[in-house]
């Protein structure tokens, strides 16, 4: 159960301004959110099923890189080989 002073709390962190006034809303309002995700977490998931697994960690394969020409072609902004960007300072 989260109390007000969680509340405030948690506000002061996100910068959040909440009043005295409204804690006791805020605070009621948490709770109750905090009571869905107990039902929530008593639903057991039906005809869930492991989902498909690949290899993420595969090896690296090594390809030889575009020709530096091939690569400029597809700018007008080139210069000394290397694009040409806008100067930013």
Do not use: C
Not at 8 to 25: V, Y
Not at 28 to 45: H, K, M, P
Not at 75 to 88: M, Q
Request: net charge negative; aromatic share 8%.
């Amino acid at each position: 159960m989260v109390t007000e002073r969680d509340v405030s709390h948690i506000a002061e962190l996100a910068d959040i301004g909440i009043d005295r006034e409204e804690l006791p809303g805020f605070t009621g309002q948490f709770n109750e959110i905090l009571e869905y995700f107990d039902i929530l977490d008593q639903v057991e998931a039906a005809g869930a099923s492991e989902p498909d697994s690949w290899n993420v960690f595969r090896d690296d394969e090594v390809i030889p890189p575009l020709p530096r020409d091939e690569v400029l072609a597809n700018t007008d902004e080139k210069e000394d080989g290397f694009f040409r960007a806008p100067r930013v300072m």
